[in-house]
């Protein structure tokens, strides 16, 4: 990502990489001496072309890993609103979420209670189904990391499909 021109930087909705939770939380440098990162970068486009991947598809790839850093900076807190006993999270800034439901192409608003409740179906009998406010302890662990892992893999069948 270090290797992209300002333009594709500015479309992919990045900033600076030090920026970005996931990538500032063991103190090491985003930044490797000697590494050129833009001609790593057209290598590793051309790569990706070698292997098949179509123009389009490779923005998918760039649009997942956009995605996932602005998702490193969401921050929850206890939404004493509707908690009511419980733990419910609520997102303390929804600027990274909207941004990664762009790159995404997920509406926002689904994102966002995609990562803050769970739904619970009842399969047997007549009953509604239930929605339950997160704990901001779920939220920032498992639900978190399902809710990316899903976004990934839904985006990489899609991808995987139009390659074969």
């Not at 762009?102 to 409740?117: D, K, Q, S």
Request: hydrophobic share 40%; aromatic share 6%; proline share 2%.
């Amino acid at each position: 990502m270090c290797g992209l021109d300002p333009t594709q930087r500015a479309a992919q909705q990045l900033t600076a990489l030090g920026d970005y939770s996931m990538l500032n939380q063991i103190g090491a440098s985003v930044v490797v001496d000697g590494v050129d990162d833009g001609a790593e970068w057209v290598e590793t486009r051309g790569a990706l072309e070698q292997l098949g991947f179509a123009p389009a598809e490779q923005k998918q790839v760039l649009d997942i890993a956009s995605a996932l850093l602005n998702l490193s900076n969401a921050r929850f807190l206890l939404d004493d609103a509707v908690a009511h006993g419980n733990d419910a999270a609520r997102l303390v800034d929804a600027t990274p979420v909207s941004v990664a439901s762009e790159l995404l192409g997920i509406e926002r608003v689904f994102f966002v209670g995609a990562m803050t409740t769970f739904k619970v179906r009842r399969h047997r009998g007549h009953g509604a189904d239930y929605i339950t406010q997160l704990s901001v302890l779920t939220v920032h662990t498992t639900h978190t990391i399902h809710t990316i892992h899903t976004t990934y893999t839904t985006h990489t069948t899609h991808s995987t499909h139009s390659i074969h």
